[in-house]
């Protein structure tokens, strides 16, 4: 079974910093891992992403000011979401991803991120 178990979440002002932790345990053999967002009554959309190559990719929303990065730790791996210069306009619910073979996908609770102007 796989679990994706987020952290780091929060409320901060606008100009500020977070960064959201992802630990994906379990057993998978990982394509991709990414963080997704849903701002309310909007559709969830992808933020980052990135390989199990490290490539990476980005929303241009967010291009400049949120880096995406990954770790393995023996049977688990990490994934991370720095987000710097925080607008009000990036205030969702941060979800993690997990893409799998096989077209598996996992996701993770959810965060919320609120930043305030």
């Not at 309310?40 to 959309?45: F, I, L, N, V």
């Not at 929303?59 to 994934?79: E, H, L, P, Y």
């Amino acid at each position: 079974q796989v679990h994706l178990v987020e952290s780091g979440g929060g409320s901060v002002q606008a100009g500020g910093s977070l960064r959201l932790s992802c630990v994906v345990s379990g057993s998978i053999s990982i394509n991709a891992m990414g963080w997704y967002r849903q701002a309310p009554g909007k559709q969830r959309e992808l933020v980052a992403l990135i390989t199990s190559g490290g490539i990476t990719n980005y929303a241009d929303s967010v291009t400049g000011r949120f880096t995406i990065s990954s770790s393995r730790d023996n049977a688990k791996n990490t994934v991370y979401l720095q987000m710097n210069s925080l607008k009000p306009e990036d205030t969702a619910v941060y979800y993690c991803n997990v893409k799998g073979q096989f077209d598996l996908n996992y996701w993770g609770q959810g965060t919320q991120v609120t930043v305030s102007s």
